[in-house]
Each structure stands twice: as structure tokens, then as C-alpha cells.
């Protein structure tokens, strides 16, 4: 499910225009009773459960009858539904006021047996079920496949712009409320379900990530394991540090070009102050925007109950390693007219590869953020951007220090938070990201407003590019292409047949062809200056972050997560598979010549590749 036209995020403090946002002990039973909406279970609502008496003895001891499970010294009665079950109620849920979740307890649950538990908190929602969005079908997906019991609980509200729009640190206090209502939702699901206590997580998207981070505060110890997507945490619960193998597994998911970056680092570093092991937590990179994706929720079960991270070695046969100098993750390629090449990446380094090959160590800049867009202009200048950070640097590669894009469309950061940077020559250097979007006749000195509607408000750009004939190209969240001709001040938005959420980059060659990737596996071309679009077929369903062509416009790459990358030497007509052999995200393509490129990616990998 797409996001709602209007989304809130706490970390950023204001209206955003996004795409579809004191710890006590809980009582026992869960605070109440329970009562909703079952669909393929045993009845039409959740009742209390029947307890059978052991004479004394707990049930931990003298065991129960086949049809009951031993929670809290009694026997339980198997009497509970299967299914789906909307808007159940938690009676006095947080101790204040009832409150409400989503539950799907998979056909194969069998009481004798424990199952898992994974609580997944929502991102900013409206709607009268804001539990509901965002990849549900996933999540109901692994319950099925892992025979787990998944609960969704649904956040406090206010209501804004005429609805009521769900968060999790909506209103002053919601954090502390959230987190006694979660306490009691889990216990209320135990007494009810025969739960493994040993095997229950808890993740959570955009709001919601903040919102799992608040369980390695004073509350920790209820989750083994936590998943915080597409953000980190804002509102540090006092994370202490943790002893032997007290800490939980975490799984930190959260995209290069996510306006929530700095929330992660915030985490990170946390994590790093709190002793948390490094076997403790896997940091998944990937190179894309603020979003929920599908493959979100197999990873972070296989990592947090089952310990497995992905799989990353030796690369493939066809492929030559060169020695970046640096292990830092590569974010972005970029030729220069001289032949050289500059890359930059997470935490504001950026490289230079001499026309002979070699690479040299980084230039770092003072930004902190990490770079995702560059690009190079016919004195070989090189600007880029990261989060809301520009930087320009000399055909040497000094580097000015960093300095910011204004908002025109809107505040919304306190000034642009730019994903890609485009030019091309001599022409003017554009920029985009999230609702925003500017350029520059002096390179970078002053900024004017690039206009790009996408349906009532500025776009989310992932990327802004300038082709031979100076034709400007953005691509961003809700497959959004826009294009405007050389010298345009607005663009427009183009209709194309893909249906990602993102698009992701654009290359193009002479005589008026451009290629846009993103999501899925997408790859689109157009013959005709991007006026219209057609989509090619790839031999893959992995999320691509990158394309490069050489100047004959028939041979080219693309390339994205888990190491995915394709090459062609047609156009596009047909893609060739010619992926890493290593679960690696790939952010940048650049062709050296007319038939040799390079992909740069996760911790400092560069390699480069000779097509026929």
C-alpha cells in the first residue's frame, strides 16, 4: 500500500507531503478484555481464556492436557481463533484509554506447540485502519511461511488537514503510552496464544522505528530481537550499556537516500556507546528512498530468529576487483572529460581514478552526510549532494566547504535535502530530492526553484540528470519521470507503463535514447528525448539503483541490490544476467570506454567489467 498524500515525521517536525510519518509493570491478563473482527478463525471475537486449576501445583511442573497450554502457572484453554482478526480491542491498552491492533494467526498455529511473535509498528498513517498499510500482504506472507503470529498495534492520533493522521510520537507522552501498551498487548497475546517468549521481535517502519528503538531503553528484555526500517531513533530512550549476550539482534534497514539517515547514525552510535557486539547487528545497504519493501520482512526474520546474514564473498567469474583505498560504501561514479573518475560515498569521502586506473585516497570533505549524487561539468568541476549538504569541488578535487540548497516549495528541513545533482557541459546544475527541487546558472552559488508538480505537490526526486542535448531528466517516489527541455525553469510529468514505488537513476546517450531503473527490476527507455516511455524486459525482480550507457547507446549496465547487475549490447532489447555472486548493494555504474564499465558499492567494492 501506497502512502497517504499527507504524512508526518517526527523527526523533521513539519507537515511532510509523502507518498501512499515511564515504564510500567503491565497488569495481569493484559489490562481487559478483548473483542474484533475475525475472518477464518473460530469465531467473530477474542474472548478470555479458560484457566484449569493444577491443585497448586504450576503448570511449568505437573504439564497440560493437549488442549491447553501452561502461561503464568495455569492452564490456558486452546479456545483462540486463527486468521485475521481487524480492529481488536485492548481494553485500557496503555493504562489510559482502549486501544486497537490488527492480529493474523497463521492456519498452522498449533497450541501444543510455542510459536514466534513479531509486533510490526506502522509507519505515519491515516485511514480508519492506519495498522494496515504498508506491505501488510508481506508481513501476513512470512507469518504463513515461519508459522508466526504477527500483531500490528495502531498508534495514538491527531487529527490534521481534516483527518486523522496516526503516529507513534503524534502527541506529547505517545512514546511512554506506546510503550505500556505494547507491554500489555504482549502480555494479553500470551495469556491468549501459546507464545515462545524466547522467539518474539519486534520491527517497525518510518514512525515506527523510532518506536522499536524504544525497547532497548528501560524496557528492553521483552524483545529478543528488533528491526527498526527506514529510520533509527529520535527520542533516545537512555540506552544503557548492555552486558554478555544480553543485547538483542538488530537488523538497521534503512536506504542511502531516506531522509531519515541521520536518525540511523543517531542509532548507531548509541548501539556503539551501549557495547552492543557487532555480531549483534546487521546493517542491510541499499541505495533507494524512504520506503517498505517486501523483502524487508524475510530478511529481518532470517537475521533476527535465525541468525543468518547474507551471503557475500568472491565475486564472479568476468569480473576484476580494484583496490579502493578506503572501506567505506561507494555511492555514487562519475566520469570526468579529462578520464578520470570520482566516487563518493557514505559519510562525505570522495575518490579520484586516474586515467590510468589507480585509485587514490580520499578527499573528505565536511560534510558528514553521506553523498548520493555527483556530477561533473566541462571544466571538470564536480558538484555533489547528500541529505542537505552541497559540495563543490575544483577540477583537483578541492573541496569548499559544504554549503545548503534553499526549500522553494515548502519548509520542510531548513533547506533542500537533495538526493541527485545533474549537469552536463556548460549547462546549468540542477538538483532534487525530497519536495524539492532547484537550479543554478553560476555553479552553485545562487539557486532558483525548478518547478516539478507531481499531483499537488513537489516531487520526491532520487535523482536529477542533464543529457548531450541539455534535456532534464528527474526521476523519484511514486514512479515519478519528470522531464523539461534545455534552458527549463519547470517540468512535466510524463506518463510511462512501470508501476514502482521507486525510480531510482537515468543514463542516456546521444541522438535522444534515456534509460530510467528503479524497483522490481524496472527498466524503461525512451527513443524520443524522454517524451514518452516503453518498458524493456529484465531478467530480474531485484531493486536496481544504477545505469550507465556508453556514447553508442547499445552498450550498457544496470545494477542494484543483492548484487544484481545487467549488461546489453543492443540497447536494451535484451539484458544479459551477469550478477556478483555476492549478496552486496551496487549504487553506481560508469562506463570507462565503449565497452568497459565499473559498479561501486557496499564497503568500498569497485570492480570493473569488459563487455563483447
Request: net charge negative.
Amino acid at each position: 500500500m501506497r502512502r497517504l498524500p499527507f504524512a508526518f515525521s517526527a523527526a523533521v517536525t513539519v507537515l511532510h507531503f509523502a507518498a501512499c510519518g515511564d515504564d510500567t509493570d503491565p497488569p495481569p491478563g493484559g489490562g481487559g478484555g478483548q473483542g474484533g473482527t475475525a475472518e477464518g478463525g473460530q469465531g467473530g471475537s477474542t474472548t478470555d481464556q479458560t484457566s484449569t486449576s493444577t491443585g497448586g501445583m504450576g503448570c511449568e511442573t505437573t504439564g497440560c492436557p493437549d488442549d491447553a497450554f501452561c502461561f503464568a502457572g495455569e492452564c490456558r484453554a486452546c479456545e483462540a481463533p486463527v486468521g485475521v482478526q481487524h480492529d481488536v480491542t485492548l481494553a485500557l491498552g496503555d493504562g489510559e484509554e482502549d486501544r486497537y491492533y490488527f492480529l493474523y494467526v497463521p492456519a498452522s498455529y498449533d497450541c501444543s506447540e510455542p510459536a514466534p511473535l513479531l509486533v510490526d509498528f506502522h509507519g505515519t498513517a491515516g485511514g480508519n485502519r492506519p495498522e494496515e498499510a504498508y506491505q501488510l500482504d508481506a508481513l501476513v506472507a512470512l507469518a504463513d511461511e515461519k508459522g508466526a503470529i504477527v500483531v500490528r498495534p495502531r498508534s495514538r492520533s491527531i487529527g490534521r488537514g481534516g483527518q486523522e493522521i496516526y503516529r507513534w510520537d503524534q502527541n506529547p507522552g505517545d512514546l511512554d503510552r506506546n510503550v505500556v501498551f505494547t507491554q500489555n498487548l504482549v502480555e494479553a497475546l500470551r495469556s491468549t496464544y501459546h507464545v515462545d517468549e524466547s522467539r518474539m521481535y519486534a520491527s517497525g517502519f518510518s514512525s515506527g522505528s523510532n518506536m522499536t528503538s524504544q525497547f532497548l531503553g528501560p524496557s528492553r528484555g521483552l524483545f529478543r530481537g528488533l528491526a527498526p526500517i527506514a529510520g533509527g531513533v529520535w527520542a533516545n530512550p537512555g540506552i544503557d550499556p548492555f552486558e554478555g549476550d544480553e543485547a538483542p539482534r538488530l537488523y538497521l534497514a534503512t536506504g542511502y537516500r531516506d531522509y531519515l539517515q541521520s536518525s540511523v547514525r543517531d542509532l548507531e552510535t548509541a548501539l556503539a556507546d551501549a557495547g552492543v557486539p557487532d555480531e549483534r547487528i546487521l546493517v542491510r545497504e541499499y541505495d533507494t528512498g524512504h520506503d517498505l519493501f517486501t523483502w524487508h520482512f524475510p530478511e529481518l526474520w532470517s537475521f533476527l530468529d535465525e541468525g543468518i546474514r547474507p551471503e557475500q564473498g568472491a565475486l564472479a567469474a568476468g569480473w576484476t576487483e580494484e583496490a579502493l583505498p578506503d572501506g567505506a560504501s561507494v555511492l555514487t561514479l562519475t566520469p570526468r572529460a579529462d578520464g578520470s573518475d570520482v566516487a563518493a560515498g557514505a559519510r562525505g569521502e570522495v575518490w579520484r581514478r586516474d586515467v590510468a586506473g589507480s585509485w587514490h585516497e580520499p578527499v573528505i570533505s565536511d560534510s558528514a552526510y553521506n553523498l548520493s549524487g555527483a556530477c561533473s561539468d566541462a571544466q571538470g568541476n564536480v558538484y555533489f549532494v547528500g541529505e542537505t549538504s552541497f559540495v563543490r569541488g575544483t577540477a583537483d578535487l578541492a573541496l569548499e566547504p559544504p554549503a545548503t540548497v534553499p526549500e522553494f516549495f515548502g519548509t520542510f528541513f531548513g533547506a533542500a535535502y537533495s538526493n541527485g545533482v545533474g549537469c552536463r557541459g556548460s549547462s546549468p546544475v540542477f538538483v532534487g530530492g525530497y519536495w524539492s527541487a532547484a537550479h543554478s546558472e553560476d555553479q552553485g552559488t545562487q539557486w532558483s526553484g525548478l518547478e516539478a508538480d507531481a499531483g499537488g505537490y513537489t516531487a520526491q526526486a532520487s535523482t536529477v540528470h542533464v543529457t548531450d542535448a541539455g534535456t532534464i531528466i528527474a526521476v523519484g517516489y511514486y514512479d515519478y519521470i519528470g522531464r523539461g527541455g534545455a534552458g527549463a525553469v519547470s517540468l512535466d510529468a510524463r506518463n510511462h507503463p512501470s508501476g514502482a514505488d521507486w525510480l531510482n537513476d537515468v543514463a542516456s546517450a546521444p541522438g535522444g535514447s534515456i534509460w530510467v531503473v528503479g524497483d522490481h527490476g524496472t527498466v524503461l527507455h525512451s527513443a524520443d528525448d524522454g517524451i514518452s516511455w516503453e518498458a524493456q524486459s529484465s531478467p530480474v525482480l531485484e531493486d536496481l539503483y544504477a545505469v550507465s550507457f556508453a556514447s553508442d547507446g547499445l552498450h550498457g549496465a544496470v545494477a542494484g541490490r543483492r548484487g544484481t547487475v545487467l549488461v546489453t549490447t543492443d540497447g536494451g532489447q535484451t539484458w544479459e544476467d551477469v550478477s556478483l555472486g555476492s549478496d552486496v548493494f551496487v549504487g553506481a555504474v560508469a562506463f570507462l570506454d565503449a565497452t568497459t564499465f565499473l559498479i561501486a558499492g557496499e564497503k568500498g567494492l569497485i570492480a570493473r567489467r569488459a563487455l563483447d
